[in-house]
């Protein structure tokens, strides 16, 4: 090497395709891993489908619900179930509470097709069920495709009724269908977000009619017979229903070379199953350390279930309150303490799309995990910004474990942006970045991501916590 190849090979920050210099052992344990969370990603495409998961995974584990322990020791590996919606895991530490947590946090929320409370009709000999779409989605992205309904029904009685139809070999799928190009000459005038209304996203779900020549709306009827039989339902038990409409397909490896992962909801399961992988790995850690798993980010995080919640809060309070730690606003200087990645994914460079990226703050597929030091859009409005001296301090972790990463920012600074979970714990006292897996094709029904980086992200996740 040259003096002046060996000053560069000193002095610039080079970024490396992580698969190059990854030995044969490596690339092993990374493709086991990928194999492993494309099961995941099959198995859970609802936050309640994740938090049930969750939930077997964490008892096989030795976790167990904090509702059961009157008092915590250290070592303790414990859950809080928030309405089968989000999970928070903590493995208690050898010091006080009040010293600080490490938090990882990532959400099991997806852009999908929601239900509406008055879901079903009939039309011209077709029975449809309507929908509300859930997150910014591209609604064309979602017609012509297979679909599964996947969530609950609850009846008046508290009888709970779980609905998966779609993922089995033999269940029937569903689909919402599009104009054909033959006269699709005015839509195809329109504007991409035009051409399809969020009105027209009408799930096709049955074409034959029940009843005599006196009957109305037999199609219909003929649905609501088989919902009958099937779950003992009735048109107004679906008023209390949460029901979700989500791509049919299975998550595959991609490519020739499998390197990546194509699958609905990486955003953000892929940063949530490295999470609880990592979670299983930790025991006696110095520190407490807390994972969250939330839903309702996709859609601002509000609610119960959601980050913006106190559940959280009092989670923590529990946790010192069982410890005996706990006094007069303790909680706050918990918070003050503790420090946090905020587990999502990042947006991944697009060569067919580049020229929305800047390609020196842009991440790249297979770079290893991807860091936001602050997100927000047009001017870092409503970014969370983390401070230079935590991103230090992650960066010396990182470097030390030898974990390959990168630094940069959501696309150009004019061109949009975005957010996540990070500024709520922010705002309590926590030192937060942004950190997961890049993604292309994100909140698209069938998103990519690189298996390198999902082990890397793994491989963070655990080494902060640890
Ligand atoms: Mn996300
Ligand atoms: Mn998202």
Redesign the pocket.
Known sequence: MSEYESLKEKLFNQKKCGWESASEEEKNKINTFGDEFIYFLNKCKTEREVVDFTKEVLQKNGFVDLREKLVLEPGDRIYYINRGKSVYIAVIGTDMLETGLNIVGAHIDS?RLDLKPNPLYEDLGFAYLKTHYY??IKKYQWTTIPLSIHGVIVKTTGEKIKINIGEDDSDPIFTITDLLPHLAQDQMEKKLKEGISGEDLNLLIGSIPYGDEKTTEKVKLNILKILNEKYGITEKDLLSSELELVPAFKAKSLGFDKSMVAGYGQ??RVCAYAEIRAMLNITNPKKTAVCILSDK??IGSMGNTGMESHVFDTFIAELLNKRSENRPNLLDKVFCNSRMLSAD?DAGLDPIYASVSEKNNASFLGYGIGFNKYTGARGKSGASDANAEYVAEIRKLLEENGILYQIGELGKVDVGG?GTIAYILANKGVDVIDCGVPVLS??SPYEVTSKYDIYSAYKTYEAFMK
């Open positions: 852009p997150g910014g955003d953000d980010e996709e994914v975005g994100m909140h």
